[in-house]
């Protein structure tokens, strides 16, 4: 998904003046298999996508932090449509236009600009998708942990000046990350964090008095991952 994109939906949603809402952190938008009639395109902060499992754990899909649509995956035509995901607000608030599903639809069909960035959208999330897959057969739950934290250092890493280290400028729990990894407890997510900092991998930064994750050596992370 290019920028230029993007900044087309954006400006065509504005220039429509399509409202917005604004959720607070840690609130849900909306959950999984809710029916609703409109599409949320996320407009400023940080989402976080899941679903629930049959057996009461969450299954996490991805953080979304840049203007995206959060919830175009079904027929076109239905006026309502199930909701592909939890949504869960990760940043101190967030805003998101919310747009009937099937005037938006008309907007597509009737404008080649946002046609295009529907077929990129779906083209990213068939990308994403398959390399999500490919992590998680192919590593261990270890190769499966350094390539999230990989994943986060690109999305929310901030070179801390004067080092290689890479500060993961982003809050994220044990709980969460096990969500993302498919491994079973936090409680595992925390044994296994305690390693990477024994070996020099890791470290952690309090900031304000929360954790931060901080990567000291990028290479032998990587040399954790199956790729």
């Given at each position: 998904m290019t920028n230029s994109d993007v900044h087309y939906l954006v400006n065509f949603l504005k220039n429509k003046n399509i409202p917005t809402i604004t959720k607070e952190y840690h609130t849900y938008l909306t959950f999984h298999g809710l029916k609703a009639a409109n599409v949320f395109i996320l407009n400023k902060g940080i989402i976080k996508t899941s679903v629930i499992l049959q057996d009461g754990r969450e299954f996490n899909i991805s953080y979304i932090s840049q203007p995206d649509v959060i919830s175009l995956l079904h027929d076109e035509a239905l006026q309502y449509d199930e909701q592909p995901f939890n949504v869960r607000i990760e940043s101190d608030n967030a805003t998101f236009y919310q747009i009937n599903r099937v005037k938006f639809w008309e907007y597509v069909n009737s404008d080649q600009g946002l046609q295009n960035y529907v077929k990129q959208y779906y083209r990213h999330r068939l990308s994403e998708n398959f390399s999500r897959l490919q992590r998680l057969t192919m590593n261990g739950r270890l190769g499966?942990?350094?390539?999230?934290?990989?994943?986060?250092?690109?999305?929310?890493?901030?070179?801390?000046?004067?080092?290689?280290?890479?500060?993961?400028?982003?809050?994220?729990?044990?709980?969460?990350?096990?969500?993302?990894?498919?491994?079973a407890n936090y409680t595992s997510v925390s044994r296994m964090l305690r390693n990477l900092k024994s070996t020099d991998v890791i470290e952690f930064n309090n900031i304000n008095g929360r954790r931060r994750i901080v990567i000291k050596n990028i290479q032998k992370l990587n040399d954790l991952i199956a790729y």
């Open positions: 499966a942990l350094a390539n999230f934290l990989k994943d986060m250092s690109l999305k929310f890493g901030a070179k801390i000046p004067g080092t290689n280290k890479i500060l993961i400028d982003f809050i994220v729990t044990n709980e969460d990350i096990a969500g993302f990894c498919s491994i």
